[in-house]
C-alpha cells in the first residue's frame, strides 16, 4: 500500500533563516506531487505540483521552490523564510484512477515563522 | 480564484442529528471530492464523484451534485462525536489533475 511521509511535524524557525521541508512516497512510482499551505482556520492554498523528477510548477509567487530530485521526494525550501511564511504545509500525491485523480495527504508540517 | 466556496463555514449540532454542508464552484469540472480534515492533521479523501453522476452514497454519507447549478452537497447521517472535523470541498478542472479547494465547514458534533 501507499504511504506518504513529511518532516519535519514541527518546525520553529527565525526570519531570515533557511528551510527545507521534505516529503517521501512509498509504493507507487512517478506519482504526482504537491505541496499545500493553509494557514490557521482556512482552506488550502496549492504552491507547488510536479509531474515528474524535475518537473515543477509554481502556482503562486512566494518565497519558496520546490525541488523533485527524485521520483518519489519533493521538497520545499526557502533561503530566507518571512513572518507570513508561517502555516501548516501538507504534501500530498495522486495519479489518475478509473474516476480521475483522488489525493493523499501526508500529516503535514507546522512551521513558525518567529 | 477560489473555486470551490462552502458554507456553512461552521456547523454545530447535537450527536444524532444530520450534518448538510454546500458547496459551490465556477468552471466546468471533471469530478467534485470531499475530504476531512481533523484538528492539526492531514486531510482524509471521503468521496468522489463524477460530473455524470447526481447522487453517491458511502456508509453515512450522502454527495448530491448539480453541474446546472455549479454546486454540491455533503449530508452526514445520524452524526457522532467522532465526526467533528473541519470539511472540504475539492474541484478537479477537466484534464488537469489539479484539486482546488474551498474554504472548508467546521463541524463540531456534541455528544
Known amino acids: 500500500s501507499q504511504t506518504i511521509h513529511q518532516w519535519p511535524a514541527t518546525l520553529v524557525q527565525p526570519v531570515g533563516s533557511p528551510l527545507s521541508l521534505e516529503c517521501t512516497v512509498e509504493g507507487t512510482s512517478n506519482p504526482n506531487l504537491y505541496w499545500y499551505r493553509q494557514a490557521a482556520g482556512r482552506g488550502l492554498q496549492l504552491l507547488f505540483y510536479?509531474?515528474?523528477?524535475?518537473?515543477i510548477s509554481s502556482e503562486v509567487p512566494q518565497n519558496l521552490s520546490a525541488s523533485r530530485p527524485q521520483d518519489r521526494q519533493f521538497i520545499l525550501s526557502s533561503k530566507k523564510l518571512l513572518l507570513s511564511d508561517s502555516g501548516f504545509y501538507l504534501c500530498?500525491?495522486?495519479?489518475?484512477?478509473?474516476?480521475?485523480?483522488?489525493?493523499?495527504f501526508g500529516p503535514g508540517t507546522r512551521l513558525t515563522v518567529t | 480564484s477560489q473555486q470551490g466556496e462552502e458554507d456553512p463555514q461552521a456547523l454545530s449540532i447535537q450527536e444524532g442529528e444530520n450534518a448538510t454542508m454546500n458547496c459551490s464552484y465556477k468552471?466546468?469540472?471533471?469530478?467534485l471530492q470531499w475530504y476531512r480534515q481533523n484538528s492539526g492533521r492531514g486531510l482524509v479523501h471521503l468521496i468522489l464523484?463524477?460530473?455524470?453522476?447526481r447522487e453517491k452514497h458511502s456508509g453515512r454519507l450522502r454527495v448530491t451534485l448539480d453541474t446546472s447549478k455549479k454546486s454540491s452537497s455533503l449530508l452526514i447521517t445520524a452524526s457522532r462525536a467522532a465526526d467533528t472535523a473541519s470539511y472540504f470541498c475539492?474541484?478537479?478542472?477537466?484534464?488537469?489533475?489539479?484539486?482546488?479547494f474551498g474554504q472548508g465547514t467546521t463541524l463540531q458534533v456534541k455528544p
Open positions: 464523484i463524477r460530473s455524470n453522476e
Open positions: 475539492a474541484t478537479e478542472g477537466i484534464n488537469t489533475g489539479k484539486l482546488i
Open positions: 468552471t466546468s469540472i471533471n469530478n
Open positions: 500530498a500525491w495522486n495519479q489518475e484512477g478509473a474516476n480521475g485523480y483522488e489525493q493523499y
Open positions: 510536479s509531474v515528474g523528477i524535475g518537473q
